[in-house]
């Protein structure tokens, strides 16, 4: 991999994640503030629930590391 | 007895489908009025329908990105008010998509992530309060 492909690789990772922790602050400030409206927690940890599958899989795409973790 | 001061109107757009759901609730439980689009060309659909006071957009999306959003807004509804958020990415000649987006009209600008707090005290900036519950 290039320098510049890298960078750019690093860029998107970057990008992708700030995405994923925006989802998930908002809804961690919606259940905070939820109360007794398990309308709202439930669509919050709807949120919660996807963004977990969605961080993993970009875990499980990174390029794996000799002698790193399996 | 005056009549009640009418609702702040927001479009939300973002293509990240739990983010636009999250800040949508958000801003629906502090008393706004919230409209969602997941693109730019149907968030310019919206505002063309019925311009908001508010515009909160993403920057980063395929086809129609948030920069041309704030562009055409500005240009077609200047009086709308622009707030740009984004995760980063990939810089515009050497500039950050967030320093880009305040020079494309962008009133304001909030790099993800924020806290709720964060995002209504920027909206009480752009002077859009939600009515008084």
Known sequence: ?70 | MNPAPPVARILVVDDNADMRLGVQLLLERAGYEVAAAPSGARALELVRRAPPDVLITDIFMPETDGLEIIARCKKEFPGVKILAISGGGDRVRNKSYLTTAEVAGADAVLPKPFEAAVLLETLRGLAVAPPSR
């Open chain 1, 1 to 70: 991999m290039s320098d510049d492909e890298l960078r750019r690789a690093v860029v998107t990772l970057s990008h992708e994640l700030r995405n994923s922790l925006a989802s998930i602050r908002t809804a961690v400030d919606l259940l905070r503030d939820a109360g007794d409206e398990p309308a709202i927690a439930e669509k919050a940890l709807g949120i919660l629930a996807r963004q977990v599958v969605q961080l993993t899989r970009l875990l499980d795409d990174l390029p794996k590391q000799p002698g790193g973790p399996g």
